[in-house]
């Protein structure tokens, strides 16, 4: 099977073996192992030095293009299969395939996106992947041992909607020539689309592609769930669409500034805050803390159901739309400060973190474990981080009792985690 985008043979010299010097376009056969955690399957390069394949699934036997070479190690795309997985499938965008064969005497291909790792896999296979990621991670850095892991029996929950058609808000970025379009690889290379297949239908359809764009470096586009669809220039700001988002979750509404965050897959905000409520069982009158609270939506569902609330967070936006959208839960104590930074006047119940996709850290997690909650939700976008995070727990006299996963980014290797950790 020969992939769309098979490197040309001019462009690597067939007389010259690959051996200690390796350039990017060479060419060679591997053997496909495990998946790893960023999008792409581990394999070992003829001269013995691990190599990163993207467009691979464990198991197949294909040919790889070096994309770059690296101290140590490789990246490559895989360019021809030679043996194929079960699991592999047609990707249905044509910009998620390898790069492009380079222009004669060039080595650097042409860039496909970057956006989508997993097109070429079958969703339910896409899920499996990811869930083989997130044990690995655990074992590796969260210091689990494979009984522990085990026993978290983590499996990864498919959202509502389909793996296509589901991602409201979208960053592109502009070309030198005012074209919008999506970044390939690990590249500031831009590249031109007609439309992004896991775009929401509405983000599809806004006139980003097909206009130019001379001020603007980026634009985004943003479909709420009221309906509305918003664009929004880097340079000339609100270009089309309401200058506040409109979003519905738990039963509320919120109105968001167009850089306030929230969660991408339409179905993610309550299917988080579901997981939540069931790992840590809030109880009437206790106190909850809601770190790195965004706009709100942990404390909203947080309020009917303990005594007390109080959610941190340091970004303006997120703060003026928990300030406006909360405003009748007298319950609610809205605080403006890093989580790090945090002074709180007494020690919580229950807490939820919900930190970027760097992770809390370690001076968050002593914050929390020093508080001595009886349960804490960690909700994660990034295994690692949390990974990282639950050994610092762990270090803290914290277990990791139980853990969900969600695709909440289906087509890219990233999965939303929820842990429950209790004091041990």
């Not at 690296?70 to 895989?78: K, S, V």
């Not at 905000?269 to 809601?290: F, N």
Request: charged share 20%; aromatic share 4%; proline share 8%.
């Amino acid at each position: 099977m020969t992939l769309p985008g098979k490197l040309d043979s001019r462009s690597v010299d067939p007389a010259r073996p690959v051996g200690d010097e390796v350039l990017v376009g060479d060419r060679f056969e591997v053997e496909v192992g495990a998946v790893a955690h960023g999008g792409h399957c581990v394999a070992r390069a003829p001269d013995g030095r691990v190599v990163f394949v993207r467009h691979a699934l464990p198991g197949e036997r294909v040919t790889v293009s070096v994309t770059e070479v690296l101290p140590g190690y490789l990246r490559a795309d895989a360019v021809e299969i030679l043996s194929a997985s079960p699991d592999r499938v047609e990707p249905p965008c044509p910009y998620a395939t390898p790069a492009k064969a380079p222009h004669v005497g060039r080595h650097t291909p042409v860039a496909h996106c970057g956006g989508c790792d997993f097109q070429h896999v079958a969703p339910a296979a896409q899920r499996e992947l990811k869930a083989a990621v997130v044990r690995e991670q655990l074992l590796r850095l969260g210091g689990l041992s494979p009984a522990e892991v085990d026993a978290l029996g983590v499996r990864v929950e498919e959202l509502p909607g389909g793996p296509l058609g589901w991602r409201t808000r979208v960053r592109y970025t502009v070309d030198a020539s005012g074209r919008a379009g999506l970044l390939a690889h690990r590249s500031n290379e831009v590249v031109p689309v007609d439309r992004c297949l896991i775009a929401h239908p509405a983000v599809q359809d806004a006139p980003v592609t097909g206009q130019p764009w001379p001020t603007d470096d980026r634009v985004e586009a943003i479909a709420g769930s009221g309906g509305d669809v918003t664009l929004v220039g880097s340079t000339s700001g609100v270009v089309s669409g309401p200058a506040e988002v409109t979003e519905r979750a738990v039963g509320r509404r919120w109105r968001l500034g167009v850089q306030a965050f929230w969660q991408v897959h339409p179905a993610a905000p309550d299917t988080l805050v579901s997981a939540v409520l069931d790992l840590v069982q809030p109880v009437a009158g206790e106190r909850a803390w809601d770190l790195y609270g965004g706009a709100g939506l942990f404390a909203a569902a947080l309020a009917p159901r303990v005594a007390e609330v109080t959610l941190v967070e340091s970004d303006r936006e997120a703060i003026t739309a928990a300030r406006s959208s909360l405003a009748d839960l007298s319950n609610v104590h809205i605080v403006r400060s890093t989580v790090e930074r945090f002074r709180p006047a007494g020690d919580p119940d229950v807490v939820v973190l919900d930190p970027p996709r760097t992770g809390a850290g370690a001076a968050a997690v002593r914050l929390v474990a020093g508080a001595s909650p009886r349960a804490v939700a960690y909700v994660a976008c990034d295994p690692a981080a949390f990974a990282r995070d639950v050994a610092t727990f762990r270090a803290r006299g914290f277990r990791l009792a139980a853990l969900r996963a969600f695709d909440a980014f289906p087509m890219t290797h990233h999965v939303e985690c929820v842990g429950l950790l209790l004091p041990a």
